[in-house]
Protein backbone atom coordinates (compact mmCIF):
# COMPACT_ATOMS: atom_id res chain seq x y z
CA UNK A 1 0.00 0.00 0.00
CA UNK A 2 2.75 2.69 0.53
CA UNK A 3 3.77 2.77 -2.46
CA UNK A 4 0.39 4.20 -3.81
CA UNK A 5 0.28 6.03 -0.15
CA UNK A 6 3.11 8.64 -0.59
CA UNK A 7 6.78 8.61 -2.25
CA UNK A 8 8.88 9.52 1.00
CA UNK A 9 10.62 12.90 0.02
CA UNK A 10 14.98 13.12 0.24
CA UNK A 11 14.97 9.51 1.78
CA UNK A 12 18.82 9.06 1.80
CA UNK A 13 19.23 12.29 2.62
CA UNK A 14 17.04 12.97 5.87
CA UNK A 15 17.68 9.49 6.98
CA UNK A 16 21.52 9.83 6.83
CA UNK A 17 21.34 13.27 8.65
CA UNK A 18 20.02 10.98 11.56
CA UNK A 19 23.22 9.77 12.06
CA UNK A 20 21.60 6.42 13.07
CA UNK A 21 23.07 4.38 15.94
CA UNK A 22 22.00 0.77 15.44
CA UNK A 23 20.89 0.41 19.03
CA UNK A 24 19.59 3.46 19.73
CA UNK A 25 15.65 4.88 19.63
CA UNK A 26 13.67 7.09 17.15
CA UNK A 27 10.94 8.95 16.25
CA UNK A 28 9.15 9.26 12.45
CA UNK A 29 6.82 11.96 13.64
CA UNK A 30 5.19 11.72 10.75
CA UNK A 31 4.11 8.07 9.86
CA UNK A 32 2.40 8.51 6.79
CA UNK A 33 2.88 6.02 4.21
CA UNK A 34 6.20 4.57 6.15
CA UNK A 35 8.76 5.68 3.64
CA UNK A 36 11.03 7.51 5.87
CA UNK A 37 10.00 4.82 9.03
CA UNK A 38 11.56 1.71 6.60
CA UNK A 39 14.49 2.90 5.78
CA UNK A 40 15.23 4.08 9.90
CA UNK A 41 14.54 0.46 10.44
CA UNK A 42 16.73 -0.69 7.94
CA UNK A 43 19.50 1.31 9.70
CA UNK A 44 18.29 -0.12 13.19
CA UNK A 45 20.12 -3.33 14.91
CA UNK A 46 17.63 -5.73 17.12
CA UNK A 47 17.99 -3.60 19.49
CA UNK A 48 16.91 -0.03 17.98
CA UNK A 49 13.28 0.80 18.64
CA UNK A 50 11.34 3.16 16.51
CA UNK A 51 8.05 5.33 17.35
CA UNK A 52 6.02 6.02 14.88
CA UNK A 53 3.43 8.97 14.77
CA UNK A 54 0.26 9.57 12.52
CA UNK A 55 -3.14 11.39 13.54
CA UNK A 56 -4.87 9.78 10.61
CA UNK A 57 -6.24 6.39 11.15
CA UNK A 58 -6.10 5.56 7.49
CA UNK A 59 -2.30 5.23 8.04
CA UNK A 60 -2.43 2.48 10.46
CA UNK A 61 -2.35 0.07 7.56
CA UNK A 62 1.14 1.14 6.44
CA UNK A 63 2.40 -0.21 9.43
CA UNK A 64 5.68 -2.54 8.72
CA UNK A 65 5.30 -6.02 10.39
CA UNK A 66 8.33 -5.46 12.84
CA UNK A 67 8.56 -6.19 16.68
CA UNK A 68 11.01 -2.71 16.69
CA UNK A 69 7.85 -0.64 15.62
CA UNK A 70 5.99 1.35 17.61
CA UNK A 71 2.47 2.99 16.13
CA UNK A 72 1.18 5.90 17.45
CA UNK A 73 -1.90 6.93 17.04
CA UNK A 74 -1.69 10.97 17.85
CA UNK A 75 -1.19 13.99 16.21
CA UNK A 76 2.65 15.26 17.20
CA UNK A 77 1.77 17.87 19.20
CA UNK A 78 1.65 15.12 21.85
CA UNK A 79 4.94 13.56 21.19
CA UNK A 80 6.37 13.96 24.99
CA UNK A 81 3.46 12.71 26.57
CA UNK A 82 2.90 10.06 24.02
CA UNK A 83 6.24 8.64 24.36
CA UNK A 84 6.26 8.98 28.56
CA UNK A 85 2.87 6.80 28.54
CA UNK A 86 5.42 4.18 26.56
CA UNK A 87 8.25 4.68 29.19
CA UNK A 88 9.96 6.47 26.93
CA UNK A 89 11.83 9.60 28.69
CA UNK A 90 15.00 10.03 26.17
CA UNK A 91 15.67 9.04 21.95
CA UNK A 92 18.47 9.35 19.91
CA UNK A 93 17.07 11.05 16.68
CA UNK A 94 13.71 12.43 15.42
CA UNK A 95 12.30 12.71 11.76
CA UNK A 96 9.72 15.09 10.50
CA UNK A 97 8.27 15.22 7.03
CA UNK A 98 5.68 17.89 7.42
CA UNK A 99 4.37 17.45 4.16
CA UNK A 100 0.61 16.43 2.91
CA UNK A 101 0.95 13.10 1.50
CA UNK A 102 -0.06 12.17 -1.79
CA UNK A 103 -2.81 10.24 -0.73
CA UNK A 104 -4.29 13.27 1.03
CA UNK A 105 -4.57 15.40 -2.24
CA UNK A 106 -5.21 12.08 -4.39
CA UNK A 107 -8.08 11.03 -2.10
CA UNK A 108 -10.55 13.66 -3.21
CA UNK A 109 -13.22 13.08 -0.81
CA UNK A 110 -11.08 14.58 1.87
CA UNK A 111 -11.31 17.75 0.25
CA UNK A 112 -7.46 18.47 0.44
CA UNK A 113 -7.16 19.35 -3.51
CA UNK A 114 -9.41 22.27 -5.63
CA UNK A 115 -9.49 19.28 -8.52
CA UNK A 116 -12.82 17.79 -8.73
CA UNK A 117 -15.75 18.20 -6.04
CA UNK A 118 -15.39 17.15 -2.69
CA UNK A 119 -16.91 18.09 0.88
CA UNK A 120 -15.30 20.96 2.46
CA UNK A 121 -13.41 18.54 4.86
CA UNK A 122 -9.48 19.00 5.13
CA UNK A 123 -9.24 17.63 8.65
CA UNK A 124 -5.68 15.55 8.55
CA UNK A 125 -7.76 13.55 11.94
CA UNK A 126 -11.16 12.74 10.91
CA UNK A 127 -12.30 12.35 14.30
CA UNK A 128 -11.55 15.82 14.67
CA UNK A 129 -14.06 18.98 15.38
CA UNK A 130 -13.31 21.96 12.86
CA UNK A 131 -14.04 21.37 8.97
CA UNK A 132 -13.08 23.70 6.54
CA UNK A 133 -16.00 24.03 5.98
CA UNK A 134 -16.54 25.65 9.19
CA UNK A 135 -14.10 27.65 8.75
CA UNK A 136 -15.38 29.25 5.52
CA UNK A 137 -18.67 29.81 6.38
CA UNK A 138 -18.42 30.74 10.25
CA UNK A 139 -15.53 33.00 10.52
CA UNK A 140 -16.02 36.66 10.73
CA UNK A 141 -14.96 38.42 7.53
CA UNK A 142 -11.75 39.95 9.91
CA UNK A 143 -11.09 35.91 11.31
CA UNK A 144 -11.45 34.82 7.42
CA UNK A 145 -8.65 38.17 6.79
CA UNK A 146 -6.11 36.41 9.44
CA UNK A 147 -6.24 33.29 8.40
CA UNK A 148 -6.05 34.26 4.44
CA UNK A 149 -3.20 36.12 5.04
CA UNK A 150 -0.81 34.73 8.14
CA UNK A 151 -1.61 31.07 6.45
CA UNK A 152 -2.10 31.15 3.27
CA UNK A 153 0.20 34.75 2.54
CA UNK A 154 -2.45 35.73 -0.09
CA UNK A 155 -1.66 39.34 -1.59
CA UNK A 156 -5.08 41.37 -1.00
CA UNK A 157 -6.79 38.42 2.05
CA UNK A 158 -9.44 40.94 2.33
CA UNK A 159 -10.99 41.00 -0.90
CA UNK A 160 -11.01 36.89 -1.23
CA UNK A 161 -12.50 37.06 2.50
CA UNK A 162 -15.05 39.40 1.34
CA UNK A 163 -15.53 37.17 -1.49
CA UNK A 164 -16.13 34.37 0.90
CA UNK A 165 -18.46 36.12 2.90
CA UNK A 166 -20.58 37.23 0.06
CA UNK A 167 -20.76 33.87 -1.33
CA UNK A 168 -22.52 32.12 1.89
CA UNK A 169 -25.07 34.88 2.48
CA UNK A 170 -26.40 33.08 -0.94
CA UNK A 171 -26.07 29.66 0.24
CA UNK A 172 -23.54 27.83 2.87
CA UNK A 173 -19.76 26.64 1.17
CA UNK A 174 -20.05 23.44 1.64
CA UNK A 175 -18.01 21.78 -1.59
CA UNK A 176 -14.32 22.16 -2.28
CA UNK A 177 -16.10 23.30 -6.54
CA UNK A 178 -18.20 25.68 -4.46
CA UNK A 179 -15.63 27.05 -2.95
CA UNK A 180 -13.55 27.49 -6.24
CA UNK A 181 -16.42 29.39 -7.34
CA UNK A 182 -17.13 31.37 -4.26
CA UNK A 183 -13.57 33.23 -4.93
CA UNK A 184 -13.66 33.12 -8.83
CA UNK A 185 -14.70 37.36 -8.66
CA UNK A 186 -11.11 37.73 -7.15
CA UNK A 187 -8.78 34.94 -8.47
CA UNK A 188 -6.28 35.96 -10.40
CA UNK A 189 -6.76 35.25 -14.21
CA UNK A 190 -2.49 34.75 -14.00
CA UNK A 191 -1.94 31.54 -12.57
CA UNK A 192 -5.07 30.84 -10.88
CA UNK A 193 -3.71 27.35 -10.07
CA UNK A 194 -1.16 29.48 -7.28
CA UNK A 195 -4.15 31.74 -5.93
CA UNK A 196 -6.11 28.10 -5.13
CA UNK A 197 -3.19 26.12 -3.99
CA UNK A 198 -2.39 29.04 -1.33
CA UNK A 199 -6.29 29.38 -0.59
CA UNK A 200 -6.46 25.71 0.39
CA UNK A 201 -3.34 25.69 2.15
CA UNK A 202 -4.49 28.41 4.62
CA UNK A 203 -7.75 26.64 5.33
CA UNK A 204 -5.99 22.82 5.83
CA UNK A 205 -3.40 24.90 8.26
CA UNK A 206 -6.31 26.66 10.04
CA UNK A 207 -8.20 23.27 10.38
CA UNK A 208 -5.23 21.33 11.64
CA UNK A 209 -3.95 23.89 13.98
CA UNK A 210 -0.47 23.65 12.13
CA UNK A 211 1.62 26.05 12.85
CA UNK A 212 0.55 25.85 16.49
CA UNK A 213 1.96 21.77 16.52
CA UNK A 214 4.62 22.41 14.92
CA UNK A 215 5.41 24.74 17.83
CA UNK A 216 4.73 22.50 20.38
CA UNK A 217 6.83 19.11 18.76
CA UNK A 218 9.82 21.12 18.25
CA UNK A 219 10.14 22.94 21.56
CA UNK A 220 9.02 19.17 23.22
CA UNK A 221 11.79 17.38 20.77
CA UNK A 222 14.59 19.62 22.96
CA UNK A 223 13.02 18.32 25.62
CA UNK A 224 13.51 14.48 24.77
CA UNK A 225 16.47 14.28 22.56
CA UNK A 226 19.29 13.09 24.17
CA UNK A 227 22.55 15.54 24.04
CA UNK A 228 23.84 14.42 20.74
CA UNK A 229 20.31 13.72 19.92
CA UNK A 230 19.80 14.88 15.95
CA UNK A 231 16.15 16.49 14.79
CA UNK A 232 15.94 16.48 11.21
CA UNK A 233 12.65 18.12 9.71
CA UNK A 234 11.77 18.68 5.79
CA UNK A 235 9.54 21.37 5.90
CA UNK A 236 7.04 22.63 1.96
CA UNK A 237 6.00 26.58 2.33
CA UNK A 238 7.88 29.39 4.10
CA UNK A 239 5.96 29.85 6.91
CA UNK A 240 6.98 26.28 8.27
CA UNK A 241 10.52 26.36 7.30
CA UNK A 242 11.04 30.02 8.61
CA UNK A 243 9.96 27.96 12.28
CA UNK A 244 12.59 25.06 11.75
CA UNK A 245 15.43 27.25 10.73
CA UNK A 246 14.91 29.82 13.30
CA UNK A 247 14.48 27.07 16.26
CA UNK A 248 17.27 25.05 14.80
CA UNK A 249 19.61 28.07 14.87
CA UNK A 250 18.66 29.46 17.99
CA UNK A 251 16.32 27.42 20.16
CA UNK A 252 13.09 29.47 19.68
CA UNK A 253 10.71 30.98 17.26
CA UNK A 254 11.95 34.51 17.18
CA UNK A 255 16.05 33.37 15.56
CA UNK A 256 17.97 35.61 17.86
CA UNK A 257 20.63 33.48 19.83
CA UNK A 258 20.86 34.56 23.78
CA UNK A 259 24.52 34.66 24.89
CA UNK A 260 25.99 34.36 28.13
CA UNK A 261 28.17 36.87 29.85
CA UNK A 262 31.33 35.87 27.99
CA UNK A 263 29.40 36.41 24.55
CA UNK A 264 29.51 32.91 24.27
CA UNK A 265 26.15 31.13 22.01
CA UNK A 266 23.64 29.78 24.43
CA UNK A 267 21.91 27.83 21.32
CA UNK A 268 20.93 24.23 22.29
CA UNK A 269 21.09 22.80 18.63
CA UNK A 270 24.41 22.61 16.35
CA UNK A 271 23.65 22.92 12.77
CA UNK A 272 24.14 19.69 10.40
CA UNK A 273 22.97 21.44 7.42
CA UNK A 274 24.49 25.02 6.75
CA UNK A 275 21.89 25.89 4.19
CA UNK A 276 18.56 23.88 3.40
CA UNK A 277 19.07 20.78 1.41
CA UNK A 278 16.74 20.61 -1.80
CA UNK A 279 15.70 17.57 -4.02
CA UNK A 280 18.09 16.75 -6.70
CA UNK A 281 17.78 17.03 -9.98
CA UNK A 282 16.67 13.13 -10.41
CA UNK A 283 14.58 13.01 -7.22
CA UNK A 284 12.36 15.62 -8.89
CA UNK A 285 12.14 14.27 -11.93
CA UNK A 286 11.21 11.12 -10.63
CA UNK A 287 8.77 12.94 -8.11
CA UNK A 288 7.51 16.43 -9.01
CA UNK A 289 5.65 17.11 -5.88
CA UNK A 290 9.12 17.23 -3.95
CA UNK A 291 9.49 20.15 -5.62
CA UNK A 292 9.55 22.84 -2.69
CA UNK A 293 11.13 20.48 0.32
CA UNK A 294 13.47 21.94 2.36
CA UNK A 295 15.44 19.70 4.62
CA UNK A 296 17.44 21.63 7.71
CA UNK A 297 19.22 18.86 10.52
CA UNK A 298 20.94 20.10 13.86
CA UNK A 299 22.43 18.29 16.92
CA UNK A 300 21.82 18.98 20.63
CA UNK A 301 24.49 20.02 22.10
Known amino acids: MMSHYHTPVLLEESVGLLGIDPAGTYVDLTFGGGGHSRRILEALGAEGRLYGFDQDRDTRA ?3 DDPRFHYVESNFRFLRGALRLRGVTAVDGILADLGVSSHHFDDLERGFSFRGEAPLDMRMNQRGGLTAADVVNTYSADELTRVLGDWGELETPW ?3 GCLVRAREAAPVT ?3 ELV ?3 KPCT ?6 KFLTKLFQALRIEVNGEMEALKMALEQSLRVL ?3 GRLVVISYHSLEDRLVKNFLRSGNFSGEVE ?3 YGRSLAPF ?3 TRKAVMPSADELARNPRSRSAKLRAAVKR
Open 62 to 64: NCP
Open 159 to 161: KVA
Open 175 to 177: TTA
Open 181 to 183: AAV
Open 188 to 193: PAKDPS
Open 226 to 228: KPG
Open 259 to 261: KDF
Open 270 to 272: EAL
